[in-house]
């Protein structure tokens, strides 16, 4: 069993940059291809990125929305991902969700993941 807690939404103004972290408990952190997807009122839960987990850091998967934009990452001794976003844009205000797979590769649909945060909420304004 993993649980995922996310922090680090908020408000933010066209342009700006939020990072969000997701804590997960249990010992086997690393071994878990951990994923960040979001949802906006009315509208189905999105892919946004993906880390895998090597030895040397971990691949990463990004939608085409985001590429350029946010950043995916993972510190394995503090059971914690990442995701860095900048030049935030008003389309990408939804609620963010973390979640946990032990499928292996990246995985890019939400029916993948068996684990999930609460979600944290970010709104970034025009």
């Known amino acids: 069993q993993v649980q995922l807690v996310e922090s680090g939404g908020g408000l933010v103004q066209t342009g700006g940059s939020l990072r969000l972290s997701c804590t997960a408990s249990?010992?086997?952190?690393?071994?878990?291809?951990m994923g960040w997807f979001r949802q906006a009122p009315g509208k189905e839960r999105d892919f946004v990125a993906a880390i895998t987990w090597t030895w040397t850091g971990g691949d990463t998967n990004y939608a085409d929305s985001v590429k350029g934009r946010f950043t995916i990452s993972r510190d394995n001794a503090k059971n914690t991902v990442y995701l860095q976003m900048n030049s935030l844009k008003p389309e990408d205000t939804a609620v963010y969700y973390c979640a946990a797979t032990l499928l292996a590769g990246l995985r890019t649909t939400q029916y993948e993941y068996d684990y999930w945060g609460q979600g944290t909420q970010v709104t970034v304004s025009s």
């Open positions: 249990g010992r086997t952190f690393s071994r878990y291809t």
